[in-house]
């Protein structure tokens, strides 16, 4: 709570800074944990106060010592109990946003601690190597490859291989990439997956040595690829990091799916026929809603409870689009209950008879979380009251922000990609001879025409780096009008020229998300503290603070 209101730039009434805080020493025995304030019926303790502290984050930990003085961390606190004052004054406890966002909130903790002590994910020894051989995953393999222009042409070099032809001599007479023409095609690397785009590895590496891929669409070419051969690469420790996470996340799903079942049986968990059908009826096309109490409709039941309508809405506004209106028949209802609704109620049915949610810790956890809760869903409401931004409001305040709505710096390049060093090589000596730079683009560049113009120009920014795999990281390094390269990047060789460097001035078009985005953030914060003025006015007869016993508790050293 305590980033949250110092976000919001909430006013903080004046205090005495402490560098380091202590117990006081000379507290008697009675004075062991003094109340230091009092907000309606709630009292603050100097206990209250160290624990506050202790949940602080690691960055505001220095605040403590100086820079934030105790007296506003009390107040803080003080703020907190009269935002939830007046969010219970208000029956937000009862309201909607409220009770729907608590049940998913009590439900992810629930599930989350029964699968932290019943599934064991762990690796054992030797585990991730069986993992790699038995998935391919150490193959690498050595491409032969066609290049064309058009699917109409990539699919005759397909056919005429089929029907006899060699692979070799197809790509020698059809293929735009000169180089690997005049070999057969053969690409002469070897790739493993993860020097592949991921959708084309699943095409390539499922294929046998000699096996002729189905035309593949990159960029605005089309390549028919062979596996001309294979072999076993040595994996990196980050390779292999990233292939044991994989591993351990489908070690923890199947362990997840034989719990469910395994519940599912002990609860006798049944669907309920006519509740679906019940549940499709209100879904049908032109249903405004699925009707007045959807949590009376029962999907399934189960010994001691059920899902009910009311869980397949919840579960449906969790996820992107209309989830809903996809939901037209019984099939289709109980596909989505089984893999998005079933597993997490079973799990938490379980927590809660082993009585998880009873346990000090997550009971504590839980309350707090509903506290939090309440302030967000109050400051929500009174926000979503207060603040309206017009358009004009938008145009004003980007005008008057001019400097904050610039494009990243860009660097306009003009570029040749190509797939060997050889090549890029033999272009480049040809573009130190005279020959034009756009028209060698035109004729030789693999970069995809959905980047570039046809010369082969485009701009980059420093944030496009992975995109472009490794191209952005030399650009922005290069001097102005020098000819570079060849460049390793992902896709081959790039030789290339910067031809300018600027930051330009973002329409307001380009700049509308963020310029609402900061405007908003402004009222925001703007609004919540006049909220907050109104409620130090409006309960200061119900706010008592003892600034001598929060000052005699803690002393500096």
Same mark, same amino acid.
């Given at each position: ?19 380091l805080l202590l117990i ?99 690796l054992k020894d030797g ?5 790699? !051989? ?67 590895? $699943? ?26 051969? $294979? ?74 409870? $059920? ?36 597993? !997490? ?11 998880? !949610? ?62 060997t060093k050889i090549e ?134």
């Open positions: 709570m305590h980033a949250f209101f110092l976000s919001y730039g909430v006013s903080m009434t004046k205090a005495g800074g402490l560098a006081c020493v000379g507290c008697g025995p009675q004075d062991e944990n003094p109340t230091v304030a009092e907000v309606g019926d709630r009292t603050i303790t100097i206990q209250d106060v160290r624990d506050f502290l202790a949940k602080l984050p690691e960055h505001a930990k220095g605040e403590v010592a100086g820079k934030v003085p105790l007296r506003v961390h009390l107040q803080t606190m003080i703020d907190t109990e009269l935002l939830l004052m007046e969010a219970r004054s208000q029956g937000i406890e009862r309201s909607s946003p409220y009770l729907t966002n608590l049940i998913r909130i009590r439900k992810a903790k629930l599930v989350g601690e029964y699968e932290r002590r019943t599934i064991d994910a762990t585990e991730v190597e069986k993992y790699i !051989d038995r998935e391919g995953l150490a193959r690498a393999i050595r491409l032969g490859e066609i290049v064309v222009a058009d699917l109409e042409t990539a699919e005759k070099a397909a056919r005429q291989i089929e029907a006899g032809a060699s692979f070799a001599n197809v790509a020698s007479k059809l293929s735009m990439n000169e180089e690997t023409a005049a070999r057969g095609g053969d690409t002469g690397r070897l790739a493993t997956r993860d020097d592949i785009i991921p959708v084309i590895a $699943e095409k390539l590496f499922g294929l046998a040595v000699g096996s002729v891929s189905d035309p593949v669409r990159i960029g605005d070419r089309y390549v028919v690829f062979k596996i001309l051969d $294979e072999t076993t690469a040595q994996l990196n420790p980050r390779q292999r990091m990233r292939i044991a996470e994989e591993l351990k996340r489908k070690k923890h799903k199947i362990a997840k799916a034989e719990l469910v079942t395994e519940l599912r049986d002990k609860y006798r968990l049944e669907p309920d026929r006519d509740g679906i059908a019940a549940a499709v009826e209100a879904l049908r096309p032109g249903t405004a809603d699925i009707g007045p109490d959807p949590s009376a409709i029962a999907l399934y039941q189960y010994d001691g409870g $059920e899902i009910t309508a009311a869980d397949l809405i919840g579960a449906a506004k969790g996820r992107k689009g209309n989830v809903l209106e996809t939901l037209r028949d019984a099939e289709q209802v109980v596909s989505f209950a089984e893999q998005y609704i079933v597993p !997490d109620v079973m799990i938490q049915e379980a927590a809660v008879r082993q009585g998880i !949610d009873r346990e000090e810790r997550v009971a504590q956890w839980l309350e707090e979380q509903g506290k939090q809760l309440l302030v967000r869903v109050l400051r929500s409401k009174v926000l979503k009251e207060r603040v309206t931004i017009a358009e004009e409001d938008l145009r004003q305040y980007y005008e008057a922000n001019a400097e904050r709505f610039l494009h990243p710096k860009q660097t306009e390049v003009q570029e040749i990609l190509v797939r890029a090589l033999r272009l480049k000596g040809m573009i130190e001879d005279g020959t034009a730079f756009g028209d060698l683009a035109k004729r030789h560049s693999i970069r995809s025409l959905e980047v570039r113009d046809d010369e082969g120009r485009f701009h980059v920014h420093r944030h496009e780096s992975p995109q472009f795999g490794g191209f952005v990281e030399a650009a922005v390094e290069a001097e102005i009008g020098e000819l570079t390269g060849p460049v390793k990047v992902q896709e081959g060789y790039s030789i290339f020229k910067v031809l300018s460097r600027e930051r330009k001035r973002e329409t307001f078009a380009e700049a509308e998300m963020r310029v609402r985005s900061q405007l908003r953030r402004q009222r925001y914060r703007n609004a919540f503290n006049e909220y907050m003025e109104e409620l130090h006015s409006r309960y200061e007869s119900e706010v008592s603070i003892h600034e001598d016993r929060l000052e005699a508790a803690f002393v500096v050293r």
